[in-house]
């Protein structure tokens, strides 16, 4: 690991300005992506500024019924927060099949929203990969591709975004609130991650020297039945196959709305917009369902190692959503 500098601000304006000072400077918060980069070679920033002592550790509802969660605070304690809960149990379910117990009670939600892929070509430097070195090649395109995207991907670039948070976070249609020397702006969940095309190594629609200080979640009354599926190769710490977040409402068994999001599938948190037109004034039947996955699946690319997941995302769609109707999803009076 090379030497860095390090500072510790106490307010958002000095952590801002001390990253602006910095060219190659990066914001520490929990460091469970972070320092594991730094460790392997692949991040080497020259200054490090830790955020952990701001003031952005509240889950706050608003007067309006959005929930402003700081960016700070930590994904065991967004799971466990009574608002999440009852309100969003999408992303309770979420945080809780991410990960383990340690890494939760580090990892915050700002943090989350940078995670970047655990692509193995990524982390192994003796490998090509325009996601660490751009222009040097996607190693992944001729080798192992079991973990890959399925939908989003490029020629330069078939990585998956490792999240389960986000995920949820997409569906919800969740706003990020960031801030810098130039002021705050709101990014929607819709246009934070951007997919990889030619420039894989640019990520999100962040620049360099904004911080992320808080997530706003909408006030949806249907996200209080909302359900999280995660398909992965053992029980705990492992990153999604396949993931599902979805919530449904039904008027006299007809879907008045729906939200749907994939993960494991794609180089960003995928919004199934395709599948939601689908559904949208369709019957909550089984026959639906899988008539709206298979219009998200349509244009699919797998790869030799990764074919299965076009039918595990299918059959992974369909049962979520069979599961909402059958426990009763919202119904509009």
């Keep these: ?62 007067p309006d019924g959005t929930v402003r969660i700081g960016a700070l605070v930590r994904n065991s304690h967004l799971a466990a927060h009574p608002l999440i809960r009852t309100r969003y149990p999408m992303l309770t379910l979420a945080i809780l099949m991410g990960a383990s117990g340690q890494l939760r009670n580090m990892a915050t939600v700002g943090g989350n929203l940078l995670q970047r892929t655990r692509c193995h070509y990524f982390y192994d430097r003796t490998t ?34 490792p999240s389960d948070l986000c995920v949820a976070l997409r569906a919800l249609d969740a706003v990020v609130e960031v801030e810098s020397a130039q002021g705050r702006r709101r990014v929607p969940m819709a246009r934070f991650h951007r997919l990889p095309g030619n420039t894989p190594s ?56 729906v939200r749907l999001a994939l993960g494991g599938v794609a180089p960003t948190p995928w919004r199934a917009s395709k599948a939601e037109a689908v559904l949208k004034n369709a019957l909550a039947t089984t026959a639906s369902f899988q008539a709206a996955a298979e219009a998200e699946l349509a244009e699919a690319v797998p790869q030799p190692d990764n074919a299965f997941k076009v039918d595990l995302a299918r059959r992974t769609i369909t049962a979520t959503l069979q599961r909402l109707a059958t426990d009763g999803s919202p119904t509009k009076q």
């Design 202 to 257: 640019v990520e999100t629609t962040l620049a360099p020297e904004e911080l992320i200080t808080a997530v706003e979640l909408p006030n949806l009354p249907m996200a209080a039945m909302s359900r999280y599926r995660k398909v992965r190769d053992r029980a705990s710490y492992a990153f999604a196959l396949v993931s599902v977040a979805a919530a449904l409402e039904t008027e006299s068994g007809v879907i008045t709305d």
């Design 1 to 62: 690991m090379r030497s860095f500098s390090y500072v510790r601000p106490t307010d958002v304006p000095t952590a801002v300005r001390a990253i602006t000072g910095s060219p190659n400077a990066k914001f520490l918060a929990g460091g469970t992506n972070l320092v594991d980069l730094m460790r392997q070679g692949v991040e080497h920033p020259d200054t490090v500024v830790d955020v952990t002592g701001l003031p952005l550790t509240t889950v706050d509802e608003q």
């Design 128 to 161: 090509a990969c325009n996601k660490r070195d751009p222009g040097s090649g996607c190693a992944a395109l001729t080798g192992y591709t079991r973990n890959h995207a399925i939908l989003g991907a490029s020629t330069s670039c078939i990585a998956t975004n």
